[in-house]
């Protein structure tokens, strides 16, 4: 449906989220697997969590329930909760990690989801990173593959969900994950950089979603679309200028926060944060 106006702040409906975090105290950049991640370059720990910290106060300011997930030593990524699961409808797909670094991150936060009172959980046989992988829209699952999840976790989804999976190809190596090339915005309303997938996906996306906000490269580069919608408040990379502007000229509310030690893994908003869909 095309809207004849675009939606105003107003007419945005704000919906309290329920998300997990994990505090960054062990996070370290001590390997590399994504182009972002250079152990050379120094990380400074301290700012990595108050920066952090800004991000959990604020969704608390929000109105958001955040539950905090205990960070495990020698799990550096453990901070990027996207990945530990996908969880919608209150079933819990538990994640398994393409490389071997992260690989102890998946079933501690599937052990974290049944000991609070989860009961429908799916260890996963094939590769899947939970949400940053996985984005749920009201009507698909929006899947990414090529560099972490696969066809067979693709699948894996769709079967335990029961929600119709669409896989997508992402083609550029800094964009490795789909929460990095997308964002949800609400309901089956997204944003998306088209140069990070395959010419078939990229047909595909442009079909399911003739209005999407188109990103520039530019804004996909600062991690603009590693970004967090509650339906009217948009938290994202506060570096993607034009980019909140095109998200307020919606309708939306953007916020832009600082999360520069965390890029160093890359990861920003997004990646710090898994919801829990009841
Ligand atoms: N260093 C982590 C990795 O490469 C970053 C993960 C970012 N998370 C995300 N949801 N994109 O796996």
């Not at 608390?60 to 901070?79: A, C, F, N, S, W």
């Not at 009201?138 to 079967?159: N, P, V, Y």
């Not at 919608?229 to 600082?258: C, K, N, T, W, Y």
Request: aromatic letters at 10%; a negative charge; hydrophobic letters at 40%.
């Amino acid at each position: 449906m095309t809207p004849i106006t675009a939606p105003t702040t107003s007419e945005r409906v704000f919906r309290p989220r329920r998300y997990l975090m994990c505090r960054p105290v062990h996070f370290e950049v001590s390997y590399s697997i994504n182009p972002w991640m250079d152990p050379a370059k120094p990380v400074d720990a301290e700012l990595a969590v108050a920066q952090w910290e800004r991000l959990y106060a604020l969704y608390r300011e929000l109105g958001h329930t955040v539950d905090l997930i205990d960070p495990l030593p020698g799990l550096p990524d453990m901070v990027y909760a996207a990945n530990g699961a996908t969880v919608v409808d209150g079933k819990v797909l538990g994640a398994r990690f393409r490389n071997a670094e992260r690989a102890a991150e998946g079933p501690a936060y599937l052990e974290w989801f049944r000991s609070h009172g989860f009961t429908e959980t799916h260890d996963p046989e094939h590769i899947n990173e939970g949400e940053g992988d996985f984005l749920v829209t009201d009507s698909w699952i929006l899947a990414g593959r090529g560099f972490r999840s696969t066809a067979e976790g693709h699948q894996e989804a769709q079967e335990f969900f029961g929600r119709p999976v669409i896989g997508l190809e992402l083609t550029d190596p800094r964009y490795y994950h789909l929460d990095t090339a997308l964002t949800v915005l609400d309901g089956d309303e997204i944003m998306y950089n088209p140069e990070a997938f395959a010419p078939g996906s990229r047909e595909v996306l442009r079909r399911l979603f003739p209005d999407a906000v188109p990103v520039g490269p530019g804004e996909a580069a600062v991690f603009g679309l590693n970004a967090v919608s509650d339906g009217l408040h948009v938290v994202l990379p506060e570096a993607a200028q034009r980019l909140s502007d095109q998200l307020r000229e919606r309708g939306f509310e953007p916020i832009g926060i600082d999360l520069s030690e965390l890029l160093k893994g890359g990861g920003s908003v997004k990646c710090c944060t898994l919801e829990i869909r009841g």
